[in-house]
């Protein structure tokens, strides 16, 4: 029978265990010991699963209590200099202390120090935390966790395969934190911990160790290809007689083939759903004593797997290579998915039509496990019935009356250029929403969201539960929407916002109000450190059946004199971060969603809200890996963006909002977009981000976020200042806004006024400036 392999699986536990256990922690209501004892607890069952599911390559050191990548740098010790007082111990313990200061910051105890920065990882809504490194960057073997679990396994009965970022992925994941030097030059340095660890897992008896290097699927040069063939040279013999296998994924290997081929290890993961095409390349090219890992199961989506596809895929890698030579895997780590299927028993919210269509973490790891053994063909009866049911699930997919809408297709392809040009240009209608809102230089307001606080997730589960009536839900929210609105006008914002209580996310919320589309009880995938999301379910054509946000707008707006700003997700956003069709273009079904919200946009303008932002903070993270699919992504994700926002009036105010991104290579593009303000994340790299602005020139009007809302640390009003300061000098004073990086949900009351009061300061006393000059 083929060899089954799995690269990383959830680790956030089937109901959350993990968030719920570290919030409990950082609330001071658990002990250290509680918090480790919650992770070995999930370590165990994940290990469990999927030994019962009958995986052969079963990982360990994929669970992480925050962030895998920041794992790895307190396992090499490239801990920043700022974290000096936090004191590291013996490396074979968690200095949970010190790891959660540099994910989130620390304030207290007379301390002060801010987190590191955290962004996304490669095209996912996953983040992870970004290795600083110094010129003088030393490593050491700091922390001891892979060798740790890999022995909690063992003791438990379960040989394991330790899972590790492999070294250049690791370096090219950083950041130079000063000039003078490139980080992929600390690889002589940073090798001699990753021989040390090899060694240690050797003698702890490992047999595997896995490898990730996902920029081996990326745009790589010349001198990085060189580099791959020596570093793994040296890891091989490293690893004395322990077997490694590198993990590629996201993408296809193109012309790093050769290289990845013919690296001295004796695996290679590849990602055949994303990379379907390089099966036949990889197959020519393959050393005959290669171990291909076969990634077909997709583990960045939720579609049941093609078992027929799939085999056709398998069958041609066997005869090829014959059936100890591969391996078959999911396409990347299940981090990506949620849990598991058969907790869903919603048929409202997810109808068993559609469910049997579906496939979570739990159940690919059989989907795998079926394929191995149907491709050399001894299934026994329970698998046999599986593939037919499997077969029937296809067919009932392609023909489903729930899938195709006719006049929504008809729509969007009768959409026209002027439907994605607004009637004047920028300097036209800056003029008039000047007239309109005569807002003050520095104009200050927020990116949206308000503090989800425990009480108001209590209320909507209450009303989930029956436990409050609609209309006591609705005073609630009411009530708290209105007491944000005061507290915007005590504070002297420009520009409020309602605070989005009636939402438990920004695109859930719309995914339960849109056609075609479904959503999950439990489906929920990590984002960052104990933060998830729940990604709805895109499986039909989408439609707008009846307003989304107009009646808080509405309502927010008729408490107040200042203008308040509608809060709408953009269409790429909303594709990015649900479940979406693998059945047509992405193209596609983001012009289904733009149409829809362009509908919600005029919907709110009738209602007299003239400020409306549209978020669209994954247009970044959904742009293709290789650079040479970046034209067409951008083609179509800035003109439906434009489609979203374009049919309005001159004097209504589009602003747009985008976290954590790198906006160097695809400036001109955002300003394609023609949003008439943009606030951007840039303050945890100390805006540096705005270079791209100024050296393009960007023409419209900018918000650079002016404090990181992603840690409780409450910023100086002289820290703000600053930073503006540093703005100004490369943006015109006339195209600036003060706003803080992202929405405040996160956050608690206390630090989000007094960061806010700091914050109006801040714009004060620029305005003072440059009155004064
Ligand atoms: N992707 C998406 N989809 N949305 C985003 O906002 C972002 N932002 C960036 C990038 N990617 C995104 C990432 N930032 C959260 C915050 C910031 C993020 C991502 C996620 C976040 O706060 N998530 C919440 C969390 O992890 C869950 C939000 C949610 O869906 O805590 N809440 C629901 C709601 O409010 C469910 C709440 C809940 O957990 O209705 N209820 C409790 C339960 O079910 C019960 C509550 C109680 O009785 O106390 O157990
Ligand atoms: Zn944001």
Redesign the pocket.
């Known amino acids: 029978m083929l060899k089954t392999n799995n690269l990383g699986y959830p680790r956030i536990g089937a109901l959350r265990e993990l968030?719920k256990a570290n919030e409990a922690y950082w609330a001071k209501k658990i002990s250290q010991d509680e918090l480790l004892q919650a992770g070995r607890q999930i370590r165990e069952g994940n290990w469990k699963t999927q030994q019962d599911a009958g995986i052969d390559l079963i990982p360990s050191n994929d669970f992480s209590f925050y962030d895998q990548v920041l794992d790895l740098t307190l396992t090499v010790g490239a801990i920043p200099a700022r974290y000096q007082g936090f004191a590291v111990e013996g490396a074979s313990s968690y200095n949970l202390d010190l790891y959660f200061a540099m994910a989130r910051g620390f304030q207290q105890e007379g301390l002060d120090v801010t987190a590191m920065e955290m962004t996304k990882w490669f095209d996912t809504?996953y983040h992870y935390i970004v290795p600083e490194f110094v010129k003088d960057q030393q490593f050491r073997l700091t922390s001891e966790k892979i060798i740790n679990e890999f022995n909690e396994a063992k003791q438990l009965g379960i040989q394991t395969k330790p899972v590790l970022i492999g070294p250049i992925t690791y370096l090219l994941l950083g950041k130079e934190k000063e000039a003078g030097f490139n980080r992929i030059d600390l690889i002589d340095r940073l090798l001699p911990v990753y021989e040390e660890i090899l060694g240690k897992l050797a003698a702890a008896g490992a047999q595997w160790i896995q490898l990730d290097e996902p920029f081996l699927a990326l745009d790589i040069d010349e001198k990085t290809r060189e580099l791959y063939q020596q570093v793994y040279s040296r890891l091989s013999a490293a690893a004395a007689g322990v077997n490694l296998v590198v993990a590629t994924y996201f993408e296809s290997l193109r012309e790093n083939t050769k290289t990845a081929l013919n690296l001295p290890v004796q695996a290679l993961h590849v990602d055949l759903v994303r990379g379907e095409d390089q099966l036949d390349e990889l197959l020519a090219g393959a050393p005959a004593d290669l171990i291909l890992s076969l990634g077909v199961v997709d583990g960045r989506n939720i579609w049941k797997n093609d078992y027929e596809a799939s085999l056709r895929k398998i069958n041609r890698a066997i005869e090829k290579r014959g059936a100890d030579r591969v391996w078959i895997a999911p396409s990347s780590s299940l981090l990506h998915v949620p849990f598991d299927l058969d907790l869903e028993d919603n048929e409202q919210s997810l109808p068993a039509e559609v469910k049997n269509w579906l496939a979570f973490a739990k159940q690919k790891l059989q989907e795998v496990k079926d394929l191995a053994v149907l491709a050399t063909g001894d299934a026994d009866t329970a698998i046999a019935q599986r593939f037919a049911a499997n077969k029937s699930a296809q067919q009932s997919r392609r023909t489903s009356s729930l899938i195709h809408r006719e006049e929504v297709k008809a729509r969007v392809s009768s959409i026209t250029d002027e439907d994605a040009q607004r009637t004047s240009p920028f300097a036209a209608r800056k003029a008039k929403q000047q007239e309109k809102f005569n807002l003050p230089a520095f104009a200050t307001t927020t990116i949206g969201s308000f503090p989800?606080t425990?009480d108001v997730?209590?209320w909507?589960?209450d009303l989930k539960k029956g436990a409050i009536t609609q209309a006591e839900y609705d005073q609630l929210i009411a009530e708290e929407t209105e007491r944000t609105i005061r507290l915007q006008e005590e504070l002297d914002i420009d520009v409020l916002v309602h605070g989005e209580f009636e939402r438990?996310?920004?695109?859930?919320y719309f995914g339960e109000q849109l056609s075609g589309y479904a959503f999950t009880k439990n489906g929920w995938v990590q984002?960052?450190g104990?933060?998830?999301?729940?990604?709805p379910v895109i499986y039909g054509d989408v439609s707008r059946p009846s307003d989304m946000t107009v009646r808080w707008s509405a309502y927010a707006q008729t408490l107040t004199n200042r203008p308040v700003k509608g809060m709408l997700t953009g269409p790429v956003t909303i594709l990015q971060?649900s479940f979406v069709r693998n059945d047509q273009p992405r193209s596609e079904t983001t012009y289904q969603i733009a149409l829809a919200i362009l509908d919600e946009v005029q919907a709110l303008e009738k209602a007299g809200i003239k400020i409306i932002q549209i978020d669209e903070?994954a247009i970044r993270e959904g742009l293709p890996l290789r650079k040479a699919d970046h034209k067409a992504y951008l083609d179509w994700a800035v003109r439906a963006f434009r489609v979203s926002s374009s049919n309005v009036d001159d004097d209504t105010q589009i602003h747009t909002h985008m976290?954590y991104s790198e906006f160097n290579d695809i400036i001109e593009h955002i300003a394609a977009m023609d949003a008439d303000v943009i606030t951007i994340e840039t303050s945890r790299s100390q805006m540096e981000l705005l270079d791209a602005f100024a050296d393009f020139n960007y023409p419209n009007d900018i918000g650079p976020g002016v404090y990181d809302i992603h840690s409780p640390r409450v910023p100086s009003k002289e820290e703000m200042v600053k930073l503006l300061e540093k703005a100004k000098a490369v943006i015109p004073a006339g195209q600036l806004w003060v706003n803080p990086d992202c929405g405040l949900?996160?956050r608690a009351w206390p630090e989000t006024k007094a960061a806010l009061e700091a914050m109006v300061d801040a714009a004060k006393t620029l305005r003072g400036i440059a009155e004064a000059v």
Do not use: H, L
Request: hydrophobic letters at 20%.
């Open positions: 968030k809504n989800q425990r997730r209590k909507r589960a438990n996310d920004m695109v859930e984002s960052y104990s933060r998830c999301v729940k990604p971060w903070p976290c949900k996160t």
